[in-house]
């Protein structure tokens, strides 16, 4: 198992943050996702990262700790969870961390992609996800 934790600190109180982050279908589109189709707890993702195109089926889950989590359902990875957790940073804001964990499904990937390209173009993913943050709640 892998995992990539993203943490930042976002000028903007604790609700705000999760009402962002819980408008789905644009806080995963500022991932830089190339297609993002939201229905209900379903959200369907593809992306091209290099010569490679990846498509996921997740689905939200119910995590009492997170703002959001969702697991791969379909896909390249044999597990795949992200989860958004909130923390109050006091006059700075709130604090934000996303983790993926992933176990990549080798058979599907072959020598396309390994670990090393995913976990940098999933701290990318991640970092624009705060970016629209900052942006929007700024």
Do not use: C, W
């Amino acid at each position: 198992m892998q995992t990539v934790t993203v943490a930042r600190t976002i000028a903007a109180p604790a609700e705000a943050v999760r009402e962002a982050i819980l408008d789905v279908e644009p806080f995963m589109r500022a991932a830089g996702f190339d297609e993002v189709t939201v229905d209900g707890d379903e959200i369907h993702l593809v992306n091209r990262v290099g010569i490679a195109t990846i498509e996921l089926g997740l689905e939200r889950v119910d995590d009492p700790t997170a703002v959001l989590a969702y697991e791969q359902r379909e896909g390249i990875f044999e597990s795949m969870r992200t989860e958004y957790h909130l923390e109050d940073a006091g006059v700075e804001g709130t604090r934000v961390e996303a983790s993926t964990d992933f176990a990549l499904d080798v058979a599907l990937v072959g020598d396309l992609l390994d670990s090393t390209i995913i976990r940098r173009q999933r701290r990318k993913e991640l970092d624009a996800q705060f970016d629209h943050l900052e942006v929007t709640l700024g």
